[in-house]
């Protein structure tokens, strides 16, 4: 069965919209890896200041391809702008002025792995 890799991302209040508009901006940068099965970005509602970053994968291999392939590329610079920072996910934006790179969007993050051993779906008519 499939992985989920759950990135939570800590974000200030004042950071909040940048962090949205740095993964708006690389919409579509994930779909193509192998083994991609899934993302979803969570805003929190109420009592927390993390966002979660839901990718789903076939394998631990395929995210840890794409891991040190394309998003790593992204993340240092490498690719167009993003949410940077590498494993933990620090966004860290598309370019700055003057060359600078940007002050990243979360304060702190944690990756959290989990292996699917259930799932269901709407039932077809």
Do not use: C
Request: overall charge negative.
């Amino acid at each position: 069965m499939s992985i989920v890799k759950i990135n939570a991302l800590t974000v200030p209040s004042e950071m909040r919209a940048t962090l949205e508009q740095r993964f708006a901006s690389r919409a579509g940068a994930v779909e193509g890896s192998d083994g991609f099965e899934w993302f979803e970005l969570l805003r929190p509602v109420e009592g927390t200041d993390q966002y979660l970053v839901y990718t789903r994968w076939r394998s631990e291999e395929d995210f840890q391809n794409w891991m040190s392939g394309p998003m790593q590329a992204a993340h240092t610079g490498g690719g167009q702008g993003g949410q940077g920072g590498g494993q933990g996910g620090r966004p860290q934006g598309a370019g700055g002025e003057g060359g600078e790179a940007p002050r990243p969007a979360a304060t702190g993050s944690a990756l959290w792995s989990f292996e699917v051993v259930q799932q269901t779906g709407p039932k077809a008519s």
